[in-house]
């Protein structure tokens, strides 16, 4: 079965603080994504790892793909309380029809105290 | 641009009664998808659509149909409700390309008592 865990699944931390979520996953697979969700809202796309070795940041938020590990870190530098919200990564896998899907992570819930 | 839409924003329904979810993409995309999402569940893919006129079965597609008639629209029924179906439901689309970035509806909350 194809899975896709995130750790940790609740994040509590002090503004200023650095932290690093972590996604494993189960299939072979060269991308991975990164969204955000607001409570009662969509989901934003954060980051697009095409590759093994690709890293992206952007302001407080850095992430990174190791495709041969199968793992994939966002990491948080300086927490400041807007970074609030539920993170969740995504694997592209191949499906039966030749197309390609997401599976998702359970998501991590972050919140930032001040 | 108004991206992808989803009507109605939130519907509450009693057990059996039917409805149907409407998604439109104004971005050409060839792809789009319906999801369910689930406290402590993540997003789950009910149905998917590979273009216009064709439609294919995800994770949980039981209780469900589709059709995309349209391209630019992806319908999302549901002939005889049940209270499982209690859920967040949010659309997708997508392009064929190196990169199979989704992108996402505001989303329906649908209760069904």
């Known amino acids: 079965e194809l899975k896709v865990e995130q750790n940790p699944l609740f994040l509590s931390m002090q503004e200023g603080k650095n932290y690093t979520i972590y996604c494993n996953y189960s299939?072979?697979?060269?991308?991975l994504y990164w969204y955000r969700q607001d409570p009662g809202k969509s989901l934003e796309s954060l980051f697009v790892?095409?590759?093994?070795?690709a890293v992206k940041q952007e302001g407080r938020l850095m992430a990174s793909l190791d495709t041969k590990a199968r793992l994939s870190t966002l990491h948080i530098t300086a927490a400041v309380h807007d970074l609030s919200a539920t993170y969740f990564c995504?694997?592209?896998?191949?499906?039966?029809?030749?197309?390609?899907?997401?599976?998702f992570g359970t998501g991590t819930r972050l919140k930032v105290l001040a | 641009n108004a991206g992808v839409t989803q009507t109605p924003k939130f519907r509450v329904l009693k057990t059996g009664q039917s409805m149907t979810l409407l998604c439109a993409q104004d971005m050409n995309h060839e792809y789009m998808y319906w999801y369910r999402q689930d406290p402590g569940m993540g997003l789950r893919l009910i149905h998917y659509?590979?273009?216009?006129?064709?439609?294919a079965k995800g994770e949980v597609p039981d209780g469900y149909n589709v059709s995309r008639l349209k391209k630019q629209n992806f319908l999302l029924g549901l002939e005889s409700a049940a209270p499982s179906q209690t859920s967040v439901y949010f659309c997708?689309?997508?392009?064929?390309?190196?990169?199979?970035?989704?992108?996402f509806g505001p989303g329906t909350r649908l209760t069904v008592t």
């Open positions: 659509s590979v273009g216009e006129g064709t439609t």
């Open positions: 995504a694997v592209d896998t191949l499906f039966t029809s030749g197309t390609y899907k997401y599976i």
């Open positions: 790892l095409l590759s093994n070795g």
């Open positions: 299939t072979t697979s060269d991308r």
């Open positions: 997708a689309s997508s392009s064929p390309g190196q990169i199979y970035e989704q992108y």
